[in-house]
């Protein structure tokens, strides 16, 4: 790696391989994906997207964790273009089977996958994988109020629907 | 538990082994590859089966013009008014209490019972001309009793701090609380300098980095600092860096953070978050200092509310701060900060007086949006606004403030013997009026869809105009205003039932109660779009409905008479719109062309400058960052007059329109990229020209500001800064900060 900047001289030098972060990252982005369009389809695009504009960038990534934060903003950006509301095509209504036999089984993941895009990104960080609003809040470059009051909301939006669902806040 | 079962239902969902190796197998091919920087197109996949075939016609929506040619205004405070508005009633600490608690009980997990309506439903006005009212949960057929009637009885008044989390803040890091002297004018041997890119002119908002022409002030919010530099002709000296959580009190609360800063003449106002763990134990702090010698700020007071910050809004002097509280756990009638938000200064801890809190009309959520304001000279808390049922967005000009909140709700509508559960995001509304700090909840009312952000409001002339992306599709005669009309006798209109045929395609979902005999099925509809204007009490008087099915609203930008809007799947339609008559807001035009604005900015005389991406027209992906300039002298045929492409695929205006600097008089449009500072300068001769592109040294992935004073450029991060001459951006210093100055 010939490319060094003035703060990198005083960390020591963190070399990303994309194979190595696709091994480590790749269910994390798809999920993201997937919760963002709410499609299997999409969220494979998506995956190859991201993870090959990682590839163009990977000299600019510093540590593990900005690499992983790297990622999740590319997945959000990414999937901006593949909102999905209304099915597109004219074939049968669920072409997917796999979404088919999620909604039929699930109880959760249909309900959350309606919610408002900004909330659902939010319930995916802080219950997935586990983000602390801070977190969210850097990594989405939002404020922690915006963070907290989506997720607020969310809740409450979930706790009335998921009537059976012990939901502690 | 919804943590374990959201986890349980998503861990399957995964890439499938086929996908991993071929992507895979792309990566190893393109790590390999020699980088070639002019190529940065990125790969298409030829997955996409039903393409949709994009239109690249400009479609245009001929209609009367109003005369003239439309300029651009930046929209000033108008006269107020006195009207009949409907006033969002107040409600008593007790009546707070009850509701909390009932819904509280209501929202403990119970046995399935057939669903035909979920609302909480809170009947009549608070006015105390009506009785005590009831509020019924359905799905229990419990009907309890609520004395709404603000004469009632009170629950005991708390006054003081009753919790170890609400202790008072004091001033320890002062020896003397200095006296409060009148600020002076700004500094005299100030240049021209730019600004932060306000929404409204004449009101002030928050940004991380901020100059008065002759300091730049930064705030890092890792560090928790704000750094002021002194910049002098491209020369940068740092004056001081102020820590702004060393104090006493912030010692035992490491989760502070920055969010908010103002630089006014010589006052200094920072804003932070202080999470104490329980949510509704969060604080949002205003310090307020005195920076006359910028090498040692004092701080001169500070103020703190309950709640996490949402917004900020600086006018005449008057610093208003937007918090967001939420009570969920189980209230405690005698312990007030259970339920109600607190307010906090050198004085102490205090509830919020009860006649500043207003509710909205029907179903609420348990959370409050409140509203503060401070004379930032007389460094004075002066009034406190608390509205029950939250808000999120904040669109202000100098006489009002109007608070959004966007609202998720259900219905269940039956069809034939299908029972269909209908989503309908909402956004509610309500106008304060602002007069020198004194806040009234003036009106409220509320519009079908949500908005994207500030920009998709605007008050011009005494009328309010919003746009939103609707789930659904609105009918001709749907009131889309006054009091929330649900659908009580669960008939679907007869359009809405067309739009439920055509559009939707009912997917079986899981029924949450077993007890239910009929099928509950999700209607799946179509997104539309909507613009209303409404009248300075929130009703509405005009509205254009159903526009661009299928797509939502990419940005917005309200100039005067005319609104302009981007909505978005494969190809951007910009829609003018004519708004010189309120009651008959008309689409002028829609120009179709590819990719999307998802920030627009008037540019000099009848121009529209957009920031966005290129996509492709077939599948709708998005691609490289794209300026477009449109030619809006004529509303009824706007054209994109120059376009350009730029060599990176993200900037940070797509997260905040503050990242962008924009001045016509000096060429400017400048903002961050994926991985350098790019300025461009405009003309009607030669299009867009990159006039730099510039690299920020130190790396930093956030908050990038760029900034001129006098003959200067700056680019600023939380790190440094660095300095160019304005006319060829020839390099001239660096300034890293020190944190031990």
Redo the contacts between chains.
């Keep these: 790696m010939e490319y060094q900047?003035?703060?990198?001289n005083l960390h020591p030098c963190y070399i990303a391989d994309?194979?190595t972060a696709?091994e480590t990252y790749?269910?994390m982005v798809?999920?993201l994906a997937?919760?963002r369009t709410g499609n299997?389809?999409d969220?494979?695009?998506i995956?190859?997207?991201v993870?090959?504009?990682l590839?163009?960038?990977?000299r600019?990534i510093?540590s593990e964790e900005?690499l992983k934060?790297w990622l999740i903003r590319?997945t959000i950006?990414?999937s901006?273009?593949?909102?999905a509301?209304?099915?597109?095509?004219?074939?049968?209504?669920?072409s997917d089977c796999t979404a088919?036999v999620?909604?039929?089984?699930?109880?959760?993941?249909?309900t959350?996958l309606?919610?408002?895009h900004n909330q659902k990104t939010i319930?995916?960080m802080y219950?997935?994988e586990g983000y602390s609003?801070?977190e969210i809040?850097?990594l989405c470059?939002?404020?922690?109020?915006?963070?907290?009051?989506?997720l607020?909301?969310a809740?409450?939006?979930?706790?009335?629907?998921?009537?059976?669902?012990?939901?502690?806040? | 538990?919804?943590?374990k079962?959201?986890?349980e239902?998503?861990s399957p969902?995964?890439?499938s082994p086929i996908?991993?190796q071929?992507?895979?197998a792309?990566?190893?091919t393109?790590?390999t590859k020699p980088?070639n920087e002019k190529e940065?197109k990125?790969?298409r996949?030829p997955?996409?089966?039903?393409a949709?075939a994009a239109c690249l016609a400009i479609a245009i929506i001929c209609v009367a013009v109003f005369g003239g040619i439309p300029k651009p205004v930046p929209t000033k405070g108008e006269q107020t008014i006195t009207d009949t508005a409907v006033i969002p009633a107040t409600i008593s600490y007790n009546a707070i209490y009850q509701l909390f608690q009932t819904i509280y009980k209501a929202?403990l997990?119970?046995e399935?019972t057939l669903l035909n309506k979920?609302t909480y439903a809170i009947k009549g006005a608070f006015d105390g001309t009506k009785g005590s009212d009831a509020v019924v949960d359905e799905?229990t057929e419990e009907s309890i009793d609520i004395d709404m009637n603000l004469s009632g009885a009170t629950g005991a008044v708390d006054d003081g701090a009753t919790n170890a989390g609400d202790s008072a803040i004091n001033n320890g890091n002062n020896n003397t609380k200095p006296t409060t002297t009148k600020p002076t004018a700004a500094p005299n041997d100030t240049e021209e300098h730019s600004g932060t890119n306000n929404q409204v002119y004449g009101v002030e908002e928050a940004d991380v980095i901020k100059t008065d022409g002759k300091y730049i002030y930064t705030m890092s919010?890792a560090s928790r600092t704000v750094n002021i530099a002194r910049a002098n002709k491209g020369e940068l000296t740092q004056i001081a860096c102020v820590s702004i959580s060393d104090s006493e009190n912030y010692k035992t609360f490491p989760?502070f953070?920055l969010?908010d800063l103002y630089i006014s003449k010589d006052r200094m106002v920072v804003i932070g978050?202080e999470?104490n763990g329980v949510?509704s134990r969060?604080r949002?702090i205003t310090k307020l200092y005195d920076i006359t010698d910028r090498a040692k700020p004092t701080v001169l007071e500070e103020f703190a509310q309950s709640?996490?910050?949402?917004s900020s809004r600086l006018t005449n002097g008057i610093l208003y701060v937007f918090?967001?509280v939420?009570y969920?756990?189980e209230p405690d009638k005698s312990e007030l900060s259970t339920y109600i938000p607190h307010l906090y200064d050198s004085n102490g801890a205090c509830p919020v007086e009860e006649n500043s809190i207003c509710i909205f009309d029907g179903e609420v959520?348990?959370?409050y949006m409140l509203a503060t304001s401070v004379d930032i000279d007389l460094a004075t808390r002066v009034d406190s606004v608390s509205v029950l049922g939250?808000g999120?967005t904040i669109y202000a000009n100098t006489e009002s403030i109007y608070v959004a909140a966007?609202?998720?709700t259900?219905s269940y509508l039956e069809q034939e013997d299908v029972l269909l559960k209908k989503?309908e995001?909402t956004t509610r509304l309500i106008r304060l009026g602002i007069e020198k700090g004194e806040l009234t909840a003036a009106a409220e009312g509320y519009v079908r869809g949500?908005i994207l952000n500030q920009f998709s409001m605007d008050e011009y002339q005494n009328h309010f105009r919003i746009v939103t992306t609707v789930?659904g599709s609105i009918s001709e005669d749907e009131e889309t205003s006054d009091s929330k009309s649900s659908n009580e006798s669960g008939e679907i209109s007869s359009s809405e039932k067309n739009n439920a045929e055509e559009?939707s395609?009912?997917?079986?979902?899981?029924a949450?109660?077993q007890n239910v005999s009929s099928v509950i099925a999700?209607m799946?509809?179509?997104?539309t779009n909507a613009l209303f204007v409404l009248d300075r009490n929130l009703k509405q008087v005009g509205r254009i409905i159903n526009l661009a099915p299928?797509e939502?609203v990419y940005s917005v930008r309200f100039m005067g008479d005319y609104g302009y809007f981007v909505t978005?799947?494969n190809v951007d339609p910009l829609f003018a719109v004519d708004l010189t008559n309120p009651e008959k807001p008309k689409v002028l035009s829609a120009l179709k062309i590819p990719g999307f604005s998802n920030y627009l900015h008037p540019y000099g005389e009848s121009l529209l400058l957009g920031i966005g991406?290129n996509?492709d027209e077939i599948t709708?992906?998005?691609d490289t960052v794209k300026l477009s300039m449109f030619d809006i002298s004529d509303p009824t045929n706007v054209t994109e007059r120059d376009k350009t492409s730029l060599d990176c695929?993200?900037t940070q205006v797509?997260?905040?329109h503050k990242a962008a600097l924009i001045d016509e008089k000096h060429n400017l449009i400048a903002f961050m990229g994926?991985?350098s500072y790019y300025v461009y300068g405009y003309t009607k001769e030669n299009g867009f020209v990159q006039k730099a592109k510039l690299q920020v040294?130190?790396?930093a992935?956030?908050d990038v500001r760029g900034l001129y004073i006098g003959d200067y450029f700056y680019v600023c991060t939380p790190?440094g800064i660095d300095s160019y001459k304005l006319n060829n951006f020839e390099f001239v210093s660096s300034l890293r900060f020190n944190k031990t100055k």
Excluded at chain 1, 86 to 94: A, G
Excluded at chain 2, 47 to 50: A, K, L, S
């Design positions: 900047t003035k703060e990198q994309a194979a696709f790749s269910d798809y999920r997937f919760v299997q389809a969220a494979d695009d995956l190859s997207e993870f090959l504009r590839v163009k960038n990977i600019k510093q900005h934060s590319v950006n990414c901006h273009s593949f909102f509301v209304v099915k597109r095509r004219q074939e049968s209504p669920i088919a999620l909604l039929e089984e699930n109880e959760v993941l249909p959350v309606k919610l408002p319930i995916y219950y997935f609003v801070a809040a850097k470059s939002i404020p922690a109020g915006t963070v907290k009051s989506r607020a909301r809740r409450e939006t979930l706790k009335k629907e998921l009537k059976g669902v012990n939901f502690d806040v | 538990m919804f943590e079962r959201f986890k239902e998503l969902i995964k890439p996908k991993k071929e992507i895979l792309n990566i190893q393109a790590t980088k940065d990125i790969r996949f997955r996409w089966t039903g949709i929202q997990p119970k399935p979920i799905s919010y989760d953070q969010t978050l999470q949510a969060a949002t709640g996490y910050h949402v918090s967001n939420s969920y756990s959520d348990r959370q939250g999120d966007e609202q998720c259900f989503y995001n949500s789930n559009n395609s009912p997917l079986v979902s899981s949450s109660s999700t799946d509809t179509t997104t299928g939502r978005f799947r991406k996509a709708g992906r998005t695929t993200y797509d997260s905040t994926s991985d040294n130190w790396m992935e956030y790190r």
